[in-house]
């Protein structure tokens, strides 16, 4: 799946500062530098000709002992280009979790008031990317799998998970009790400390929605402008984020079908919705019968509902046609007996089936099982998967299945965050995103009460500021950034792309 997939994903109390751990004294003043590190880095080559400097912040790895054992955080900063009008700095998340965020600065350049106003912050959060890393040796860079068609396959998906857990076991005891979000949070408070900053402006995407929202919660008083980009119920985020999301899936899966079937003639996936839902229907019955040969690798019944699902985060030409191609060379390895993939299903299949990006999803599992504690019987998964596999049927076997944390060697070591509080933070969020859906971001809403809530109404786009190329949203959230002031009231915008 793309490394932008929102994770999956449980204990609870309220966080307030009072809680806290104390925060580790200021280290030594940053030592800003070049940002690449070789003439392979191209992220880090984008970075400095854009101006931009990097650091390592140092931060305890258990912030209840400040003065034990330290990590290094990455970050990169692009200042502000109007030094009169600054407002602050401005951290910056891509999501995940485990996505790295040191290009992000880049992404919002774009945007004439970030880039006037702010040091844009990128980070890579603790061990992501260039901070201290944590990697399980797994053989796929994501945990994420369906249950497949019947028991054996369920079992199977169980048998790889209880594997991957035991992995991260065995590589990195000493690192997971201290990978949770309320660890990242208070890092970023730290980074704060390292700006000389007073207070801290933020905008995350997807994961980073909730990272944004437990910071608010135990640091109310240091947030500034927060911005959230398709957001997660903060509740429910942890190893079942996206049990109930089977319904806005196939919703996704049948705004796509409407587009592909209008294009028959070039993909050949049906001419009508049904037809097209049918076909991914079909194929995927035909991996569960025999794996499907794409190339090199094979994908059966647990990996092409996920990668159906990766492929529904945009509704943009793009997107959508990335998509129809992934499922013409599926389905035609399911007629032919095999089929050569296309580049970006290549890439997508080298990321589920090698290690090539073990840290990624080591590292996801480790923020998600460190947040909240999972079921530890399989039967929990296999009977929630049957009892809604009728009405579901691509996709209850993948949002409702087990994944690592069910077998987790380390439980979390802290309740998970009962994010409530005024912060006043503007919450963008599309009604067609399959990934965190309109009603999660609706509950952030309602538990951060201080907040207005910004739709993109009509629209299936999965990270929508600075990204999708909506006027009306990228306007009100420039407005926010600009003035510090949230809308009066709930605002809508509707899907008129520049």
């Not at 990697?135 to 994501?142: A, F, I, Q």
């Not at 600075?466 to 009306?472: E, F, H, K, L, S």
Request: glycine share 8%.
């Amino acid at each position: 799946m793309r490394r932008t997939l929102v994770l999956v994903a449980a204990v609870a109390v309220t966080a307030t500062v009072g809680a806290t751990p104390a925060l580790a004294r200021p280290g030594p003043a940053l030592t800003w530098h070049a940002c690449a590190t070789g003439p392979d880095d191209r992220v880090g080559q984008e970075l400095d000709r854009a101006g931009a400097q990097c650091a390592e912040v140092t931060v305890p790895l258990d912030h209840a002992r400040p003065d034990g054992r330290t990590i290094t955080v990455a970050i990169s900063r692009l200042k502000a280009t109007d030094p009169a009008r600054r407002v602050g700095a401005m951290l910056l998340n891509s999501g995940g979790p485990g996505g790295t965020g040191i290009d992000m600065p880049l992404l919002l350049a774009g945007q004439d008031v970030a880039r006037s106003r702010f040091d844009l912050v990128g980070m890579d959060p603790r061990f992501v990317g260039r901070s201290t890393p944590l990697d399980c040796g797994w053989p796929t860079g994501t945990w994420i799998r369906s249950a497949g068609h019947d028991r054996g396959s369920f079992d199977r998906t169980a048998a790889l998970q209880a594997d991957l857990a035991r992995r991260c076991a065995d590589r990195s005891p000493d690192l997971l009790p201290h990978a949770s979000t309320r660890n990242t949070a208070r890092d970023m408070d730290v980074i704060r400390t390292a700006l000389g900053e007073r207070k801290l402006s933020y905008f995350g995407y997807s994961y980073g929605t909730y990272l944004g929202a437990v910071y608010t919660q135990l640091f109310p008083h240091r947030a500034d402008r927060v911005v959230l980009d398709s957001a997660v119920d903060p509740d429910t985020f942890g190893p079942r984020l996206l049990r109930k999301n089977g319904p806005a899936t196939a919703a996704a899966l049948r705004d796509f079908a409407g587009w592909a079937a209008e294009r028959h003639h070039e993909y050949g996936l049906g001419a009508t919705p049904d037809r097209v839902v049918a076909t991914v229907l079909a194929t995927d019955r035909a991996a569960a019968r025999t794996p499907l040969r794409v190339g090199p690798y094979t994908a059966d019944d647990t990996l092409v509902p996920a990668l159906v699902f990766s492929g529904l985060y945009d509704d943009r030409d793009a997107a959508n046609a990335e998509l129809a191609a992934t499922l013409r060379v599926l389905r035609r390895a399911a007629l032919d007996g095999s089929a050569e993939p296309t580049p970006a299903l290549a890439e997508q299949l080298a990321f589920i089936t090698t290690g090539g990006d073990s840290h990624y999803g080591s590292v996801q599992a480790a923020i998600v099982c460190a947040d909240r504690a999972a079921p530890r019987d399989p039967e929990t998964y296999w009977r929630d998967i049957e009892a809604h596999r009728r009405d579901e049927p691509l996709f209850a076997p993948l949002v409702r299945n087990l994944n690592p944390c069910a077998f987790w060697p380390t439980p979390p070591r802290e309740r998970p965050t009962d994010v409530r509080n005024r912060v006043p933070a503007l919450i963008v969020q599309s009604t067609g995103d399959p990934a965190t859906t309109y009603a999660a971001a609706t509950a952030m809403h309602r538990a951060m009460a201080g907040s207005r809530m910004l739709t993109l109404d009509g629209a299936r786009i999965h990270a929508v500021y600075a990204n999708y190329g909506n006027a009306c949203v990228d306007g009100h959230v420039n407005a926010y950034l600009r003035d510090g002031v949230p809308p009066a009231r709930d605002l809508t915008c509707h899907r008129t792309l520049i």
